[in-house]
């Protein structure tokens, strides 16, 4: 501060946002919580969504980011100012990078209650890869059919490549070419890492003849397919 002079809201946010986009988390959400505590400041919603978007992160290599995000959105909340999609997607994307996946689905439910009729494609996206990670794979498959089947909107590649991984992760073969197939329907052509994870899990079922249309799918789609696949396929 200077001699006389006392920061302004946008002043204090302006802070928080830079000391946020250096890395420097804990000390942007301590500025943030400087400010809620000075009587003579009103925070606004943009004050919020800086906070929120410095939570989102740094909970990559601050796990307490995402309960701190639940909090601010709580406090939002109880101020009368309306979190958005904007302040949601935050939050899902702080909870999802922290591992949080049951919070993540919940402040997804949460959603349904703002209006517009919930999480759009980003949000059930974000979550589907939090649960993904999770190896939380069923979890994953209902939010996918949810949001097919109820909401009417379409999953992208980055959905389909967190839960084809999960399935080679946790084995499950059969499921990876199911979750092919419904791309191949929808038009979404499967990028080399979500062929070459499905590939994989059918290696490891001894599914070869599966692994080895999907090889040959790959180089069709002048794709190359890791060497390590071809070895672990012999």
Known sequence: ??????????????????????GQTHEALSLFAAMRDDPSLELDDVSYHTALDVCARGAGSAPECAEAAVELLRGMQEEGLAPGALGYQSVLQACGQAGRWEEALRLLRDMEGEGGGGGDEM????????????????????????????????????????????????????????????????????????????????????????????????????????????????
């Not at 809201?9 to 946020?20: D, E, I, R």
């Open 1 to 22: 501060r200077v001699r006389g002079a006392h920061p302004d809201v946008v002043t204090y946010t302006t802070a928080v946002k830079a000391l946020g986009r250096a």
């Open 123 to 234: 949000a059930y996206t974000t979550v589907i890869n939090a649960c993904a990670a999770a190896d939380e794979v069923e979890v994953a498959l209902r939010l996918l059919e949810e949001m097919t089947d109820d909401k009417g909107l379409t999953p992208n590649v980055v959905a389909y490549f967190a839960v084809v991984r999960a399935c080679k992760r946790t084995g499950q073969w059969e499921q990876a070419l199911i979750l092919l197939d419904d791309m191949q329907a929808r038009g979404i052509p499967p990028a080399s890492a979500i062929l070459e994870f499905a590939a994989d899990a059918c290696v490891a079922a001894r599914q070869l003849t599966h692994a080895s249309a999907l090889l040959k799918t790959m180089r069709e789609r002048g794709l190359d397919p890791p060497d390590g696949v071809y070895v672990r396929a012999i």
